[in-house]
Every structure is written in structure tokens, then in C-alpha cells.
């Protein structure tokens, strides 16, 4: 989609399955690894960011906000301004509505799930473009 951007980092990897969409003005910011499955689709103002941009340090000057890896399996729908932060995993066959927050490692499959915080709205769905 027009103003979509696309930045990987000189060390980071990024996967694009088969059959992959994107729309309008969004973002994907790769400094680890991103891995998008076959049949991804993603709406229009998301951001998929794998990093923090800058680094926390505690006491003893170890970082404590490393980058973390990012998965969408196969057949994943984000819906508009949807953001994916780091360390978060989407199972198969999931839908994220619009303007939610993904922060965590989803456990299910074939769900909706919705908001900030994210709530699972409906189970055991399908979907096709």
C-alpha cells in the first residue's frame, strides 16, 4: 500500500510468507526478526516493531529491553492501526481488530481477538479475503 514502510536494521531478518498483503501508511521496523506467514493481510496504519529503538540499562548497566522476535503465522488478518510489539506471536488463522494492542505470545488459534488489553472475542473462526 502507498506510504507503507518498510526498515530493517543492517542485523535484523525479515520474512515475508506467500501471498503476503499490506495497505496504506503502515510500518514494519525490523531489528531482529519479523516472520510473516503465508496469507498474511494487514490493514491500513499498522505498526509491526521488533525493538524499543533505544536501549534501558539497569544498575549494573545490563540492558533489560533487548529486541525481541516477532510472528504472525500462517493466515493472520490485522485489522486497521493495529500495533505488534516485540516478543509477540499471533497463532494461525487469527483475526486482530482494529486499533488493538498485541504485546504478548498468543496461545490459541482460529480466534478474534480485540482491544488494549487484548481479549479474545470469538474462538474456533475462519476467515478469506
Do not use: M, R
Not at 4 to 24: C, M, Q, Y
Not at 27 to 56: E, M, P, R, V
Request: charge should be neutral.
Amino acid at each position: 500500500g502507498h506510504g507503507s514502510k518498510i526498515n530493517v536494521n543492517k542485523s535484523g531478518i525479515l520474512e515475508f510468507g506467500n501471498n503476503f498483503g499490506i495497505s496504506a501508511e503502515s510500518a514494519i521496523i525490523c531489528n531482529k526478526n519479523i516472520i510473516f506467514g503465508d496469507y498474511n493481510l494487514i490493514s491500513w496504519g499498522c505498526q509491526i516493531i521488533d525493538t524499543d529503538f533505544h536501549k534501558i540499562y539497569d544498575a549494573e548497566k545490563n540492558c533489560i529491553n533487548q529486541d525481541e522476535k516477532i510472528i504472525l503465522a500462517k493466515k493472520v488478518w490485522l485489522g486497521s492501526n493495529v500495533t505488534v510489539l516485540k516478543g509477540s506471536q499471533i497463532k494461525e488463522n487469527t483475526i486482530v481488530g482494529t486499533n488493538s494492542l498485541v504485546s504478548q505470545q498468543l496461545t490459541n488459534s482460529s480466534i478474534i481477538v480485540a482491544g488494549n488489553p487484548l481479549k479474545t472475542k470469538k474462538e474456533d473462526i475462519t476467515w478469506e479475503l
